[in-house]
Every structure is written in C-alpha cells, then in structure tokens.
C-alpha cells in the first residue's frame, strides 16, 4: 500500500527547483511514475511530498544541430524519442533501442529523465547514450551543472544527483564520421528488460578498415551501465577478423561484473556478454566499413 504523501505539481523547471528546495527534507520528484510508483507500492520508497514535473513542457524536447548534437529535454518520453524523425535520421540506434523498451504504454508515459534518474543497471538508454558519449545538465535553484553519463551512475539505483538537484537535459555530440553503432539486450520475453544488453560505437580510420575508436557498454552485467575498457583497447588498430572478435568477447566477459538473480546466473551472463561483444563489435564494425565507403 502507498503511504499518504502531499502532491505538489510544477508547471515549470523553475517552480519544480524552487518545490524541491523548500521541502528538501523529504521529497520525491515523479515525472511518469513508471518506476517510482513500483517502489512506493512495494513501501520501498515513501516521500511526504511527490512533486510531479510531468507538466513541465519547457523540459518536454527534441532539438538537433549538425554541429552541436542532439539535446533532449528530461520530461520527454521514450515514444516521442522514438518517433522522431530528426532521431531516426542522425541517431536511429536509439530509435532501434527505444522500440525494444517496455510496452507502448510505458514508453507513452515513461521518460528519459526518469528512466537515467532511476539508475536501474539494466535500463537501456544509459548503455547507447554512454556509447554515443552523452552528458547530462543537472540543475539545481540558482546553479547548473554537467556530468558525463559514464560519470552519472554510481551504484545498483543510485546516480550522482545530489539532493535538491533535477535532470535537465541530456546532450549526445555529432556522431564522428565513419562511426556506426549497435544495441542489443538479449531477453526471453520480448521488450522486457535485458538479462545483458550491449551497445557497441566503432570508428575506422580513412582507410575504411582498422578500428580508430572503439566504445562498448554493457548493460544489467554489472552495478551500472559499464564500459569495457580492456576490450575496447584490443581493437583499436586492428582490423575485423574472427580471432580479434573471439579475444575481445573473451576479455569483455572477464571485464564484465554481473550477480546471480532470478533471471540468469553469473556464468550465464558472462556468456551472453562473450556472445553479444562479438555480435554487437561485428554489426557495427560492418556498418562503419560501409559508412566509410
Ligand atoms: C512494465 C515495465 C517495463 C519496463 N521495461 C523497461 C525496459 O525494458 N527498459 C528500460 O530501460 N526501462 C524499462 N522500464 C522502466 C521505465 O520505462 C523507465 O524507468 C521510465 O522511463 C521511467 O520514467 P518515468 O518518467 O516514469 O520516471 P518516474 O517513475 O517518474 O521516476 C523514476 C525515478 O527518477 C526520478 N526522476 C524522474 N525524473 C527526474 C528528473 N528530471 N530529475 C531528477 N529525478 C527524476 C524519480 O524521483 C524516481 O526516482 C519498465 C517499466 C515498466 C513499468
């Protein structure tokens, strides 16, 4: 049962930071309610005053400049991200990854901002965005900041928001060129959360062949969405080959660093992070030769 709070409701990121400063005590900010409503039904969480930002069109955006990237609003909803033509056309990884999140109801009324502030390790924009080298705008009343995302997540549901602070927006630079990139969770029931998931961001030189940059995230394999440093390092200067795939699925899955739960065991996700590196490095290495042509 949810225990009785005082709803406060702000209709502009101003009135929002002004609500959360003065009840600073013992708040809960609710945009969607997707996530939170869970936690206050199970007791976990129980806030005397929810302040709903819902409303908060001036956070509700898509916006896209070759030069600058794309920026999007925290109110904004998975299915508006997901529908967007100007999403499709620069960054259509998200739109792939976004029609593999939840249902259409959750992502109607589920958003960015709830989803990163949640922290769940195994939420699907944090691994893309971190793979696309995202940022977030964090506000707070009378100051603003900005944080990397491979910076935001600190632990199991737990990011760097300090108290009183509220996520603004969340900037993806251009894509370089020759840069193509590839999402994948691997579920048993479709479009539920990933026992692992994995975005892998290649780039290849001019020759259109060896690896330039190379940027692999896994998700849900680990405390937060987390980079796999030492298999990124293995491909950068080679070219594709089998055996190269084979030693980076090995390495990442040392890397990696999952619990045992209901879904999977630990070895059974260090098995699905070896097959999806492999999967994921390949998809998106093809697509970069294919971009650099
Ligand atoms: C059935 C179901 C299936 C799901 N499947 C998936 C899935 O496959 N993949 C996936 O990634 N997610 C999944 N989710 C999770 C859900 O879609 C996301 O977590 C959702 O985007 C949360 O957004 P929200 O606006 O509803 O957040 P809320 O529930 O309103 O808030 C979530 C948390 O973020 C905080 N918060 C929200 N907005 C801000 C802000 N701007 N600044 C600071 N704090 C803020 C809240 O205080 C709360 O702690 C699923 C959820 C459900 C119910």
């Known amino acids: 049962m949810i225990r009785d709070f005082i709803y406060l409701k702000a209709n502009t990121a101003g009135e929002a930071l002004d609500l959360i400063d003065k009840h600073k005590e013992d708040y809960k900010v609710i945009c969607g309610g997707q996530s939170l409503l869970i936690l206050m039904r199970q007791g976990l969480v129980a806030p005397e005053y929810l302040i709903d930002i819902k409303n908060v069109n001036e956070l509700n955006y898509i916006r896209f400049d070759k030069k600058d990237g794309l920026r999007i609003g925290a109110t904004t909803t998975h299915r508006a ?5 100007l999403v499709l056309e620069a960054y259509p990884v998200l739109v792939n ?11 109607n009324w589920g958003t960015i901002g709830g ?3 949640h922290g769940d390790p195994a939420g699907d924009p944090g691994p893309v965005f971190i793979a696309l080298n995202g940022s977030v705008k964090i506000g707070s009343k009378g100051k603003t900041r ?9 632990d199991y549901f737990e990011t760097a928001l300090e108290e ?39 780039t290849l030189e001019n020759d259109g062949l060896v690896c330039k940059d190379a940027r692999i995230v896994l998700g849900a394999a680990a405390p937060t969405p987390m980079r796999i440093r030492e298999a990124e390092r293995l491909l950068i200067g080679k070219k594709l080959s089998k055996s190269l795939l084979e030693k980076a699925g090995e390495k990442a899955s040392e890397e990696a660093d999952p619990v045992a739960d209901v879904h999977a065991s630990e070895e059974y996700r260090r098995h699905l992070v070896r097959s999806l590196t492999k999967k994921m ?7 970069a030769k294919t971009l650099a042509k």
């Open 81 to 85: 991200v997901e529908s967007s033509p």
């Open 164 to 202: 009183g602070e509220l996520l603004l927006e969340v900037h993806l630079p251009p894509i370089p060129p020759r840069t193509a990139l590839a999402y994948e969770k691997f579920n048993i029931i479709k479009n539920d959360q990933g026992f692992v998931s994995l975005a892998a961001a290649i």
């Open 97 to 107: 990854m976004e029609e593999n999140l939840a249902s259409i109801q959750t992502r």
């Open 281 to 287: 490095v390949n998809k998106a290495w093809e697509e």
């Open 146 to 154: 900005t944080l990397f995302l491979e910076d935001f997540f600190v």
């Open 115 to 117: 989803n990163l502030c």
